[in-house]
């Protein structure tokens, strides 16, 4: 049972920058695709995708909201995955959640282990 731990939210101002991580346990890490997906307050039922990343590395994904600010990436050799934040505004503000699957699709529902979640607040 793979096990995920995300880390890095915090609360910040609009422009400032944030690397969140995701380790991983329990599992192969390098042998699955992996997502980021964050939920905006008062929107509980709806994960949002973020980004993703092939279990090589060698391709991604990003929702048009967030490309050019965000940078996903990963470190098999330390079972962890990134997600570089730049540029943050506001409508970034939610709960961001890291997940697995065996491959690069932007559908929560299709991902198989989930963590809790960090809280990133952007203040305008």
């Known amino acids: 049972q793979v096990q995920l731990v995300e880390s890095g939210g915090g609360l910040v101002q609009a422009g400032d920058s944030l690397r969140l991580s995701c380790a991983a346990s329990?599992?192969?890490?390098?042998?699955?695709?992996m997502g980021w997906f964050r939920q905006a307050p008062g929107k509980e039922r709806d994960r949002e995708f973020v980004s993703g990343i092939t279990a090589t590395g060698s391709r991604t994904l990003y929702a048009d909201s967030v490309k050019g600010r965000f940078t996903i990436s990963r470190d098999n050799a330390k079972n962890t995955l990134y997600l570089q934040m730049n540029d943050l505004k506001p409508e970034d503000t939610a709960i961001y959640y890291c997940?697995?699957?065996?491959?690069?699709?932007?559908?929560?529902?299709?991902?198989?282990?989930w963590g809790r979640g960090t809280q990133v607040t952007v203040s305008s």
């Open positions: 997940a697995t699957n065996q491959v690069l699709i932007s559908v929560p529902s299709h991902y198989d282990h």
């Open positions: 329990g599992g192969t890490f390098g042998a699955y695709a």
